[in-house]
C-alpha cells in the first residue's frame, strides 16, 4: 500500500523554525518527483515546493523562498521541509505529496501535519 | 502567476442529478504538446485531497466514471453524470502549465 506520513507539525513562535518530515512507503520513492502542498485553515490549497526525483531540481513558491529548504534522502524513503524564520501566515495542515510520473498531477496525499505560528 | 477562477462557489446537489463545476485560467493551459495541464481534486470532509482528473479529461486511477472533465485553453468543466452521496465536498481545479502551479478557491459540494 502506498503510504505517506507527515511528522513535525507543531507551535511554534514567529521566527522560528521547524523541520518537517515525510516517510514514504509503498513505491519506489527515488523515481518519483515530490511536492509539499499546504492548507491555511479555511482556505484553498497552495503549492509551496517541489522536488525532482534525484534533488537536481528544487523550486519554491514565493511566499517561501529563501526561508523554507526541501530535501529527500532517498535511502531513508523521506522527504523534509526544513521552515525557517516562520511567519503567522505560515500557520497552514501540510501535506506531503507525490507527483504522477510523467504528469505534474499530485495522485497521492500524505494526511498532513499541522503548523502554527503564533507568539 | 496564473490565476484560476471556480464556480460557483457553493452547489447544493440532489443524489442521482447531474452536476457540474466551472474552472478558468487566465492564460492558456494548452501546452505545446497539445495537453491542457488542469487537474481536478476532491477534498472529502476531513480528508486530504484526492485526485480525480488530470490532463483536462483523464481520470486517475480508481475514480468512478461518473466523473468526467472536459474542456480546453481556458475553460474547464468538471461534470458528475450522477451524484452519489459520498460525492460531498471541496472540489479544487489546479493548473500546472506553468510554474507555480495555482488552485482555484474551491467549489464546496453538498447535498440539498
Known amino acids: 500500500e502506498v503510504q505517506l506520513v507527515e511528522s513535525g507539525g507543531g507551535l511554534v513562535k514567529p521566527g522560528g523554525s521547524l523541520r518537517l518530515s515525510c516517510a514514504v512507503s509503498g513505491f519506489s520513492f527515488n523515481t518519483y518527483s515530490m511536492n509539499w502542498v499546504r492548507q491555511a485553515p479555511g482556505k484553498a490549497l497552495e503549492w509551496v515546493s517541489s522536488?525532482?526525483?534525484?534533488?537536481?531540481?528544487?523550486y519554491y513558491a514565493d511566499s517561501v523562498k529563501g526561508r523554507f529548504i526541501s530535501s529527500r534522502d532517498n535511502a531513508k524513503n523521506s522527504l523534509y521541509l526544513q521552515m525557517n524564520s516562520l511567519r503567522v501566515e505560515d500557520t497552514a495542515v501540510y501535506f506531503c505529496?507525490?507527483?504522477?510520473?510523467?504528469?505534474?498531477?499530485?495522485?497521492?496525499w500524505g494526511q498532513g501535519t499541522t503548523v502554527t505560528v503564533s507568539s | 502567476d496564473i490565476v484560476v477562477t471556480q464556480s460557483p462557489l457553493y452547489l447544493p446537489v440532489t443524489p442521482g442529478e447531474p452536476a457540474s463545476i466551472s474552472c478558468r485560467s487566465s492564460q492558456s493551459l494548452l501546452h505545446s504538446n497539445g495537453y491542457n495541464y488542469l487537474d481536478w481534486y476532491l477534498q472529502k470532509p476531513g480528508q486530504s485531497p484526492q485526485l480525480l482528473i488530470y490532463?483536462?479529461?483523464t481520470r486517475a486511477s480508481g475514480v468512478p466514471a461518473r466523473f468526467s472533465g472536459s474542456g480546453s485553453g481556458t475553460d474547464f468543466t468538471l461534470k458528475i453524470s450522477r451524484v452519489e452521496a459520498e460525492d460531498v465536498g471541496v472540489y479544487y481545479c489546479m493548473q500546472a502549465v506553468q510554474s507555480p502551479p495555482t488552485f482555484g478557491g474551491g467549489t464546496k459540494v453538498d447535498i440539498k
Open positions: 505529496v507525490r507527483v504522477l510520473q510523467g504528469y505534474y498531477a499530485m495522485d497521492v
Open positions: 490532463l483536462g479529461s
Open positions: 522536488i525532482s526525483s534525484s534533488s537536481n531540481y528544487i
